[in-house]
């Protein structure tokens, strides 16, 4: 049977991936949806597990020819894309596919997929709260910071569009929040 889709989004340092690397370690058969970025890798990132990694060059290329399910140019020459080849893949396999994307990315791929699709937005408990997040993550300068802060208000408005807000204040209760939700929908028929 082929999978079904599952997407995450919020303000950058409300705890997606937290969240996400959490579900991934439960018994739910989901798989991280691999996007293309333009941005260099951080850290330990390695191109096809975070990222794949691509040159502005070459994904101007593969928008060019068709093969986003979804982008964005966050900043000039800095893209954030699902490629629809990947996602197929990865649903033909069977896999249920989770998503880490931004706001307006969840909504496209939540109206593209519809029912199939679960899409949940992270609320943070407040902004201050968002800052504090994002500085002692410590994989960021703050001029990032500041500019991911001042986006978040905007981000902060697209929560009604999406089928669940989990606000994520306690850790642990958020877990159980997401793992209740998600499980529900994957068995629902
Ligand atoms: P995102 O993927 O949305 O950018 P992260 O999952 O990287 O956010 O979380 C941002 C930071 O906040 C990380 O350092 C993470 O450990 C921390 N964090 C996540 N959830 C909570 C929480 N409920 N309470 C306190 N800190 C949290
Ligand atoms: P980071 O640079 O911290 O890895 O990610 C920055 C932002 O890009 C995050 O908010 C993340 O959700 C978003 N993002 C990652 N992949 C995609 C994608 O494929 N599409 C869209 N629209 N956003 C993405």
């Known amino acids: 049977?082929?999978?079904?889709?599952?997407?995450?989004?919020?303000?950058?340092?409300?705890?997606?991936?937290?969240?996400?690397?959490?579900?991934?370690?439960?018994?739910?058969?989901?798989?991280?949806?691999?996007?293309?970025?333009?941005?260099?890798?951080?850290?330990?990132?390695?191109?096809?597990?975070?990222?794949f990694f691509l040159s502005a060059e070459e994904f101007r290329q593969r928008i060019a020819n068709g093969e986003f399910l979804e982008?964005?140019?966050?900043?000039?020459?800095?893209?954030?894309?699902?490629?629809?080849?990947?996602?197929?893949?990865?649903?033909?396999?069977?896999?249920?596919?989770?998503?880490?994307?931004?706001?307006?990315?969840?909504?496209?791929?939540?109206?593209y997929y519809g029912e199939r699709a679960l899409s949940v937005?992270?609320?943070?408990?407040?902004?201050?709260?968002?800052r504090r997040r994002l500085t002692g993550r410590g994989t960021d300068k703050p001029e990032v910071i500041e500019d991911r802060i001042a986006k978040a208000e905007y981000e902060l408005g697209f929560a009604p569009r999406f089928d669940v807000v989990i606000v994520n204040d306690d850790l642990q209760q958020a877990q159980q929040e997401a793992l209740r939700v998600v499980k529900d929908f994957l068995e629902k028929p």
């Open 71 to 111: 982008y964005e140019e966050v900043y000039p020459d800095r893209f954030y894309g699902t490629l629809k080849a990947q996602v197929e893949k990865q649903l033909a396999e069977g896999q249920n596919v989770i998503f880490d994307v931004d706001v307006v990315g969840g909504c496209r791929i939540k109206e």
């Open 1 to 51: 049977m082929a999978g079904k889709l599952i997407v995450f989004s919020a303000p950058s340092g409300a705890g997606k991936s937290t969240l996400i690397r959490y579900l991934l370690e439960q018994d739910l058969n989901l798989a991280f949806s691999i996007s293309a970025t333009s941005r260099a890798p951080r850290g330990t990132e390695r191109h096809g597990v975070e990222y």
């Open 121 to 130: 937005f992270v609320q943070p408990p407040s902004v201050e709260e968002l």
